[in-house]
């Protein structure tokens, strides 16, 4: 096995949809329950993937817009309210983690990493998704986008999650999938891995992350790589 001591004592924060867990078929799901609720035609899976990552009222809003009917301001409180409802129920039903996390995470917090979710899912949500999947266990801190002084891209949500997980930013590493994780690691000034199979509209190579990677058993070494000497420019592995 790897020599992984470099990441003892660093912190290591995720992102949820789209890096750690597939949520996607139970957040769309959701979302064209809604639709249907409303007379609205349902969203195919993978034309809706890229509305996630902006929490639950944007994915309402562009999933109604995608389909011809912006849905009207004075109801985004209503559908948002019946959008978490149906989610509270069904969020781990197809929800899984993506290859490689589960040994991923436990190879790191065995070497002694301090390890956190930063997203912008809310916190009430997230957690028991965490937990349903087993996966609860590996993190130091789950810091929603409800739970953070302001929603990635800020810069104050990931450094409030490494501060919350006992960390310190000049020893954490972002990883993520989208714009929000990438703007988020560049205003903290925290190095970035992007995995290139999550939810975004654009390229995660676009997003000039320090590391690109395709699967979870490269991540460790790219975490030791970029606390111990950051790359000159950006990798895939």
Do not use: W
């Not at 560049?186 to 995995?195: E, G, S």
């Not at 939810?199 to 992350?209: G, H, N, S």
């Not at 690109?212 to 592995?237: G, K, V, W």
Request: net charge negative; aromatic share 6%; charged share 20%.
């Amino acid at each position: 096995m790897a020599d992984l001591s470099a990441l003892n004592g660093a912190t290591i924060v995720f992102d949820l949809d789209g890096t750690l867990v597939d949520s996607a078929p139970d957040l769309i799901g959701t979302l064209n329950v809604i639709l249907k609720q409303e007379g609205i035609a349902p969203l195919p899976l993978d034309e809706a993937r890229p509305f996630i990552g902006h929490g639950a009222r944007r994915l309402i809003e562009r999933g109604f817009a995608a389909q011809g009917h912006p849905a009207p301001a004075e109801r985004m409180p209503e559908l948002f309210e019946r959008f978490i409802a149906h989610y509270n129920q069904h969020s781990a039903d197809l929800t899984r983690p993506y290859p490689g996390v589960v040994e991923c995470l436990t190879a790191m917090k065995a070497a002694g990493a301090r390890l956190a979710v930063c997203t912008n899912k809310l916190t009430g949500l997230s957690v028991p998704i965490l937990e349903k999947l087993d996966l609860a266990r590996f993190f130091d801190a789950v810091i929603g986008a409800d739970s953070a002084p302001a929603p990635k891209p800020d810069a104050r949500h990931l450094t409030h999650t490494v501060e919350a997980a006992g960390g310190r930013i000049e020893r954490a590493v972002m990883v993520g999938d989208a714009s929000t994780d990438a703007g988020a690691a560049r205003a903290a000034k925290v190095p970035l891995i992007l995995v290139s199979f999550g939810y975004t509209e654009i390229p995660a190579a676009d997003l000039a992350p320090d590391i690109l990677l395709d699967h979870y058993d490269q991540m460790a070494n790219a975490c030791i790589r970029l606390l111990t000497a950051c790359p000159a420019q950006s990798e895939q592995l």
